[in-house]
């Protein structure tokens, strides 16, 4: 990757907080990179509004109106590359991606995800978790590669479960720790202190602990 500022595309599929949080992250100078396009799977979702507010590029690749995975995956993989990215973040992107898609960027796609991964990759992570009886849940952000929720961590952060929550509060304590977090790991991305190697994830030159590094709120 070049010195000069980062180019970051977003996917996305619905609201859109997360692509926010980067966004606005970009503009203010905290992450060294822009964001060139933000992409969803679903038309007229309100991240698409979100971003068009901020004055973001964007562009919709309907899953939809494809055939197979494969044929989606080869439509989005070509409009994530006409806009030349450095980096690539799901931010709420609720589709499985192949290895057509992930190959070509691997080591540059994160994903976040809002479980302490490995535990609960997959869909309704809070309701698994208070189902389990965990106390405490949170979020991961982590490299993407085919196995779903299973590349290598890069950043977690942990999140207090209290007796009465319920699915939704658990969610909407866990989001407001993943927009800081999400910040932090794209920032450590893009600024080169971690980056991907064909050896495993190095972090300011060392390797990564496998559960990723802890995020308490500070930067790193
Ligand atoms: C976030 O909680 C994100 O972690 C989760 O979807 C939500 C999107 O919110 N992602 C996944 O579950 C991916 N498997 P947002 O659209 O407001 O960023």
Not at 50 to 57: C, D, S
Not at 68 to 90: T, Y
Not at 91 to 98: D, E, K, W
Not at 120 to 149: I, K, Q, S, W
Request: proline fraction near 9%; glycine fraction near 8%.
């Amino acid at each position: 990757m070049s010195a000069s500022p980062r180019r970051l595309v977003i996917l996305i599929s619905g609201r859109g907080s997360n692509m926010q949080a980067l966004a606005e992250a970009c503009r203010a100078g905290r992450i060294p990179a822009q964001v060139a396009a933000v992409v969803s799977n679903r038309p007229d979702v309100e991240g698409l509004h979100r971003a068009a507010a901020l004055g973001i590029p964007t562009a919709v690749v309907d899953h939809t109106a494809f055939p197979s995975r494969e044929a989606f995956d080869a439509a989005l993989l070509e409009e994530v590359q006409n806009h030349e990215p450095d980096l690539v973040a799901l931010a709420g992107f609720m589709r499985i991606l192949t290895a057509a898609f992930v190959s070509p960027l691997l080591g540059r796609i994160l994903n976040i995800h809002p479980s302490l991964l490995p535990k609960y990759p997959g869909l309704d992570t809070h309701r698994r978790a208070l189902e389990a009886g965990d106390r405490e849940a949170g979020a991961t952000v982590h490299f993407v590669t085919e196995a779903l929720d299973g590349g290598p961590p890069i950043l977690r952060v942990r999140v207090p479960i209290h007796p009465d929550d319920t699915p939704e509060s658990l969610a909407a304590r866990v989001l407001a720790w993943e927009h800081p977090l999400y910040v932090e790991a794209v920032r450590l991305v893009a600024a080169g202190r971690v980056r991907w190697t064909p050896g495993g994830v190095m972090f300011d030159g060392a390797p990564l602990p496998r559960e990723g590094l802890e995020f308490t709120g500070t930067p790193l």
